[in-house]
């Protein structure tokens, strides 16, 4: 049997060096390797052996298999570097064309907003998307019995029965998270955005997805005001959406911010006559905004007496939605070529 393995082998190799080309190599490698070839036919025939015989035989039979796959490999890479050689390559033919991917709308918009507020001092951090009921809305002073603590609003990752009472992990369902983890690690003076998705159980449709994109900003200093807020806000939407933009503010409530404002912008497609995308309004809400509230720093052991600042969000789909026109939020997600190449 051993003598048998050792002609085979020589046989083999033989065989494999006088193959002229690609077919006539895989005739040889069927002939050995194939599933009827021979040296599957010994491997098979191990079955019926005695121990000793199999204890002999057994490994000699597996290692000329394994010998026989390398052998085979290089052959086939020897033939294949001939061919080019005999052919040569012609430098004239015209390459294969790399794929160049572009930016994603949305991408692009918080690209363009992230160089308005570079400008202006502010620095881009990053946030989890994964975060706990601490961060998404104990710190930012949303009560336990907040209505968007229920879990038809939010995605929680653990069930209540399993965790502490407030300790629950979520899918973050703004970004003023970022707010509490940045304040948190660092000291004031601080002037940082943060942009990245947020999750909300919505049912999808035209303008609803249970996924979409926030962006956060917020500064803190000595003798932050309001006219601080109203004057950063005001030179980002003439950067962004042109210098004849106007601004609109109207007091509002969040937890986190007082006082607190939603702003609105004048209707960039009407100029604010009142048109289609304004529904005859002349305005467009893109942001809401205020002061931050001491009860935030209290939490992130600031000095509320010493420091003060403003914080502010914006939905990045809503805004890239206006910019360009584009009338369903799905289409950003479904990665449409003929509509992202349109970008
Ligand atoms: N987090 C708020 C939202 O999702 C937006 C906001 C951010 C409001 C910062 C005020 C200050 O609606």
């Known amino acids: 049997m051993e003598d048998k393995i050792k002609n085979i082998e020589n046989e083999m190799l033989k065989e494999v060096e006088s193959a002229k080309n690609r077919d006539g ?88 907003i992230n160089e308005i507020f570079i400008g202006l001092g502010f620095r881009i951090v990053e946030s989890p998307e994964i975060e706990t009921e601490f961060y998404n809305f104990k710190a930012l002073n949303i009560p336990l019995d907040h209505p968007s603590r229920d879990v038809f609003d939010t995605f929680y990752l653990d069930s ?13 369902s703004h970004t003023s998270t970022a707010q509490i983890r ?47 807020l109203k004057g950063v806000l005001t030179q980002f939407s003439r950067e962004m959406f042109g210098p004849e933009t106007k601004m609109r503010f109207r007091p509002h409530f969040f937890p986190f911010t007082e006082p607190s404002v939603e702003i609105d912008i004048s209707c960039i497609i009407c100029g604010g006559k009142g048109c289609r995308v304004c529904g005859n309004k002349g305005w467009l809400e893109i942001l809401g905004a205020g002061m931050i509230n001491p009860k935030v720093y209290e939490t992130v052991g600031y000095d509320p007496k010493a420091w003060s600042g403003f914080a502010f969000g914006m939905g990045i789909e809503r805004i890239t939605m206006l910019k360009y026109g584009i009338d369903d939020i799905r289409l950003f997600f479904e990665n449409d070529l003929r509509f992202l190449r349109q970008f």
């Open 182 to 228: 940045i304040m948190e690690k660092e000291k004031p003076p601080l002037q940082v955005l943060s942009s990245g998705r947020v999750f909300r159980p919505d049912a999808v449709d035209a303008s609803h997805s249970f996924m979409f994109h926030q962006m956060e900003g917020f500064m803190i200093n000595k003798n932050i005001r309001f006219s601080d």
């Open 160 to 172: 209540p029965e399993k965790t502490r009472p407030g300790s629950r992990r979520l899918l973050r």
């Open 25 to 112: 190599l895989e005739q040889v490698r069927i002939k050995y390797l194939g599933r009827k070839g021979l040296i599957s036919e010994i491997l098979s025939s191990l079955g019926g052996m005695s121990v000793e015989e199999k204890r002999k035989v057994g490994p000699l039979a597996n290692s000329l298999k394994i010998n026989a796959t390398a052998v085979f490999q290089e052959k086939a890479r020897r033939l294949e570097k001939e061919k080019t050689k005999e052919e040569g390559i012609d430098f004239t033919l015209p390459g294969a064309r790399p794929e160049i991917g572009r930016i994603h709308p949305l991408i692009k918009t918080i690209n363009e």
